[in-house]
C-alpha cells in the first residue's frame, strides 16, 4: 500500500505563496504519475496538478500560470508550488497516484483568505 505524507498548507493572504510537498515511496516517483488534488467543503475532489515519470507536466486551466509541480527523487519528494494564491484556491490538498484509491493521506489544508 503506497503512503503519501502531505505538509506545508497554511494560511497565506491572497497573491501570497506556499510551496506544499508530498512524500512518496522512491520507487513510485520511477513508475507512476503523481498527481495533486484538492477537495474544498461541500465540493468534490478536483485535480491540480499532475507529472508523469517523464516530468511531464499537466495543469487545468484554474491553476496554469499559478501552480507549479515538479518531484526531487532523490528526496522522494514532489512538490507543488503555488503563487498568486486565490481565495477559492482553500482546500485541503492531498497527493495520489490513483485518483480512484481508497488509500489517501491527511492531506494539508491551504487557506487563502485577508
Known amino acids: 500500500q503506497v503512503q503519501f505524507v502531505e505538509s506545508g498548507g497554511g494560511l497565506v493572504q491572497p497573491g501570497g505563496s506556499l510551496r506544499l510537498s508530498c512524500t512518496v515511496s522512491?520507487?513510485?516517483?520511477?513508475?507512476?504519475?503523481v498527481a495533486w488534488y484538492r477537495q474544498a467543503p461541500g465540493k468534490q475532489r478536483e485535480l491540480v496538478a499532475s507529472i508523469t515519470t517523464r516530468s511531464n507536466t499537466n495543469y487545468p486551466d484554474s491553476v496554469k500560470g499559478r501552480f507549479t509541480i515538479s518531484k526531487d527523487i532523490g528526496q522522494s519528494t514532489v512538490y507543488l508550488q503555488m503563487n498568486d494564491l486565490k481565495p477559492e484556491d482553500t482546500a485541503l490538498y492531498y497527493c495520489?497516484?490513483?485518483?480512484?484509491?481508497?488509500?489517501w493521506g491527511q492531506g494539508t489544508q491551504v487557506t487563502v483568505s485577508s
Open positions: 522512491r520507487a513510485i516517483l520511477w513508475i507512476a504519475t
Open positions: 495520489n497516484t490513483d485518483p480512484s484509491s481508497q488509500s
